[in-house]
């Protein structure tokens, strides 16, 4: 049976042939295989060098679910390209034609497939999805002026290091794409000056919970506490001058702190200065103030 099937059939049917040949003779075996690619199901997103990769791999059930949502949305973007293509084209519209490559429409259709389901959310409420941007002032306006009245872009070579353009992450992003996101795009900006004081920080176009704690968090991306490393998304925002002695809930009295540090500030009446330079300087409670871990 089997080779007759060979010589009948084409290579991809051949393999659904043998595959229910093994089924039905070892259909336990065939049961731990499919058991095992179940449990050896992974996904994950990596950045490379500005470039993020998506992989996954799923068992046969789940996997084919999630291909026919993937062509449904792939075939959405072939359906928006052809539309245009039409309308500029007319009779003479072609695939060739098309703005998109498939590649870039199967790229867009997985992007699409994400904010769909961020809308749907979690139990019916939807996800809160905010693209935290850093970007120093003098970039920002530099680039901004350029966009709209064509004015020359000029860096100076000795302030490259005080430049900033990137994600949360430490991504570099081409400021041209910041400004244009600005206007049209759900994202909020965070303008630092040279010292890396947050001066502005933009919202998204809808209110949002947590907008100023995320930037803070954004901006410091660590425990401001001597000598922690604990990352900003696992730390608490706290007032450096507590809020019941007057302190403002804004960017210029918060800090970033880690849970235990948090409570010893409060407990011990530990103070945190920002300087000048942006860097932190946390004094004891008789204000003598604390060496940094590479101080002598």
């Not at 996954?56 to 390209?81: I, K, P, Q, W």
């Not at 039409?86 to 992007?111: C, F, I, K, Y």
């Not at 910041?178 to 809808?206: C, F, Q, S, T, W």
Request: negative net charge; contains cysteine.
């Amino acid at each position: 049976m089997l080779l007759d099937a060979a010589r009948q059939l084409v290579f991809t049917d051949y393999r659904v042939v043998t595959r229910r040949w093994e089924l039905l003779a070892d259909a336990d075996g065939a049961f731990r295989d499919h058991e095992a690619t179940h449990d050896r199901r992974n996904a994950r997103l990596i950045e490379l060098d500005g470039e993020f990769r998506c992989e996954s791999s799923h068992g046969v059930l789940d996997g084919t679910a999630m291909r026919d949502v993937f062509d449904a949305f792939c075939d959405a973007e072939f359906r928006a390209d052809w539309d245009v293509t039409v309308a500029e084209h007319g009779r003479d519209a072609t695939s060739d034609l098309m703005p998109r490559t498939a590649a870039q429409r199967r790229a867009d259709a997985l992007v699409a497939i994400f904010r769909a389901a961020a809308s749907a959310g979690i139990g019916g409420k939807p996800i809160d999805v905010s693209l935290n941007l850093i970007v120093d002032l003098d970039t920002f306006e530099q680039y901004v002026a350029h966009e709209i009245a064509d004015a020359p872009v000029d860096i100076d070579p000795a302030t490259v290091r005080d430049r900033r353009c990137e994600t949360t992450d430490g991504v570099p992003v081409d400021p041209r794409q910041v400004v244009a996101l600005a206007v049209i795009a759900r994202l909020r900006r965070i303008v630092v000056d040279e010292h890396g004081v947050i001066v502005a920080a933009g919202r998204k176009r809808r209110l949002f919970t947590g907008a100023l704690r995320e930037a803070l968090q954004a901006i410091s991306p660590r425990c401001s506490w001597l000598g922690c490393a604990l990352r900003a998304a696992l730390a608490q925002v706290d007032h450096i001058t507590p809020h019941v002695q007057g302190g403002a809930t804004d960017a210029s009295n918060g800090t970033v702190l880690c849970q235990r540090h948090n409570v010893l500030k409060h407990a011990r009446s530990y103070t945190p200065r920002r300087q000048p330079d942006g860097t932190w300087l946390l004094s004891r409670p008789d204000g003598t103030p604390m060496q940094p871990p590479d101080a002598a």
